[in-house]
Nanobody, 111 residues
């Protein structure tokens, strides 16, 4: 059974990067792209970042230069490091792989 589990959410503190993790199980994900999405209150879920099996990546414009996506294929894990804090980053962050979703992890950035 394929399962994705996100962790690492919480309150983003000033000057401290927050790193989200998504651990995948049930099959080998190393050949597939993995993605982070987020959904803020009252808004649609949106793609934040994507990393391909080659290691190349994509970021939505609002997080370019501020977030870093990475993966560890040996651990079947993808990460999202948030190096900046803006209130608009407050959302539930979800991991996605080939249509499989995790349960999400809440990230809160105080004003």
């Amino acid at each position: 059974q394929v399962q994705l589990v996100e962790s690492g959410g919480g309150l983003v503190q000033p000057g401290r990067p927050l790193t989200l993790s998504c651990s995948a199980s049930g099959r080998d994900f190393s050949r597939n792209a993995m993605e982070w999405y987020r959904q803020a209150p009252g808004r649609q879920r949106e793609l934040v970042a994507q990393i391909f099996s080659s290691g190349s990546d994509y970021y939505t414009d609002s997080v370019k230069g501020r977030f870093t996506i990475s993966r560890d294929n040996a651990k079947n894990t993808v990460y999202l490091q948030m190096n900046s804090r803006k209130p608009q980053y407050t959302a539930v962050y979800y991991c996605n792989e080939m249509g499989y979703w995790g349960q999400g992890t809440q990230v809160t950035v105080s004003t």
